[in-house]
């Protein structure tokens, strides 16, 4: 390698992004646009081109109106929920001279659920008899069909996703809040503004960075829910939950209207971009507004008290998850604190009940693990390849191949999600591992992440190891991987439990029982399970408890690095 010039070096280290760009993006989306202008149902061998017809159709069909307008009514709940939320634990923690770490990583712990968990969780809280529903009839005479009601249907699902986003938010504001110059508050002091005024005058224009940072991120959230609506509503009721993705899939899926789905997710990508893009303007002129101003410390009691609060409010779901797959059944989802506990649904998981068979428990276990193991490798490997490539190799076209991940980042990846499973159909992957891995095998995110990191480390390293002899590989191996340990963790405890929690992929390329992983079990037995909440708290916890423990165990690594990555 050393002598290779930095041009064929940069494009041969490169040849991951472009071989991964290649078949899961260039080839997927041509093929979605190809399919968009026909009428192929995804079974027939044959199909006519019928021009623009799917697109006047998908224009006038109430599945697609309802998706976008419940996209922005969720963007309008969401949005402000989310940012107030995790301004609220910024706030409080920001500032604690103790336990500030223990507790951020505290209120990160919701983003580690799985939306099928959460869901699970929300279905049992919000059903007919439980604790929270007695109550309201019981003291205020309400019954409210919290599922059932377009309204209250659409804030439950945005609430679950806020206490999911919440903490990870949090994280960022809370650098930003660090970020600021004490001095600017003390300056505001001596010129008698109140603490209130400060807030307006000076936290919040002091932290536009990292706000603005959060909001596009939760925007973004918006255009990309489906575990949630899936799992709890269908997309109903009449319509009211029903976002892009859930009527992508229905379309695609359970419809089989290949042409039709595939010209709706391209609709759903021009709303997507348009969207984000003017959120974005709009947040560049509000930063670009001239404010100024400060805020006193408040006391250390007040700070404490509200992050024990919102503590206990982020982690309660997880506490009556494990709760009730302990408890009697004749008391789960009835009451808050059970009388009477057992294992019953733990043995009921693998030896089955009166009316459900033992199911594959354990093995689904071993697939999240084997599938997520191995594609968060690849990921890791192919991120580090190609960052460093970027970040430290000059060849011509390294800036436009950055420029070109930032775009793919971005970019609505439900229009490419027919061709890509007719794809893996295609070649013969159906319904084994490598379907549910090859299409992970490389993150842009983690490439995006890395690139930063190495853009960070000086020079003069790399030349005085290219001076001592040293080839590229080997300064990239032995030099910048083994600096990146910090950043490292972050990064691998991010793409494992993103690939830990995936439901949508992994439900749409495997089909037999023995190659279903956690998620898509539980799925699928939300019905057959629906008389026996029991043993899907059980199968919850199963899914659930094995990532937050990784996640403690390398808490401390992943507070460092975090600190990097917030800067």
Known sequence: MKNLSDNKLGWLFASPYLLYTLIFFLIPLVWSIYLAFTNWDMIAPNYEFVVFENFIDALQHSGVQSAFFVTFKFLAIFVPMVTLASLMVAMAVQGLPRFKGLFLIGFFLPYLASGVVSSLIVKGILSYNSPVNEFLRGTFGLDIDWLGTPFSALLVVSVIIAWKFSGYYALILTAGLESINKEIYEAAAIDGINRWQQFWKVTIPMLYPALFTTLILSVGVTFGVFTEVYQLTGGGPNYATNTWQMEIYTQAFTNLKAGYASAVALISAVVTFVGIYVFKKLLEVWGGNDMVGANKKKTLFIR????????????????????????????????????????????????????????????????????????????????????????????????????????????????????????????????????????????????????????????????????????????????????????????????????????????????????????????????????????????????????????????????????????
């Open 304 to 567: 404490y008290i509200l992050s024990f609060s919102l503590l206990g409010i982020m982690v309660f779901p997880y506490l009556y998850m494990v709760i009730m797959s302990f408890a009697d059944w004749s008391q789960v989802d009835r009451k808050l604190i059970p009388t009477s506990f057992t294992l019953r649904s733990y043995e009921w998981l693998f030896v089955g009940g009166e009316v459900v068979d033992p199911k594959p428990w354990l093995r689904a276990f071993f697939n999240t693990f084997i599938v997520s193991a191995v594609s968060t490798f690849l990921m890791m490997i192919t991120g580090i390849v190609v960052a460093y490539t970027l970040a430290k190799i000059k060849f011509k076209g390294g800036k436009f191949l950055s420029n070109a991940i930032l775009f793919q980042m971005f970019f609505p990846a439900v229009i490419l999600l027919v061709p890509m499973f007719l794809m893996i159909q295609d070649i013969g992957l159906y319904d084994t591992y490598w379907a549910m891995i090859i299409p992970k095998a490389l993150s842009l995110w983690a490439v995006f992440m890395y690139t930063n990191f190495f853009r960070a480390i000086p020079d003069t390293f790399i030349e005085s190891a290219k001076l001592d002899g040293a080839s590229t590989f080997q300064i990239m191996i032995k030099i910048a991987v083994p600096m990146s340990k910090s950043i490292t963790t972050v990064i691998f405890l991010f793409l494992f439990m993103e690939r830990w929690t995936e439901l949508l992929w992994d439900m749409i390329v495997v089909r037999s029982e023995n190659m279903l992983t956690l998620n898509v079990l539980i799925s699928q037995m939300f019905g057959p399970y629906g008389g026996y909440p029991g043993p899907m708290y059980a199968a919850s916890v199963l899914l659930t408890i094995p990532i937050i423990i990784l996640f403690l165990f390398f808490a401390k690594s992943f507070k460092e690095g975090m600190q990097f990555t917030l800067k």
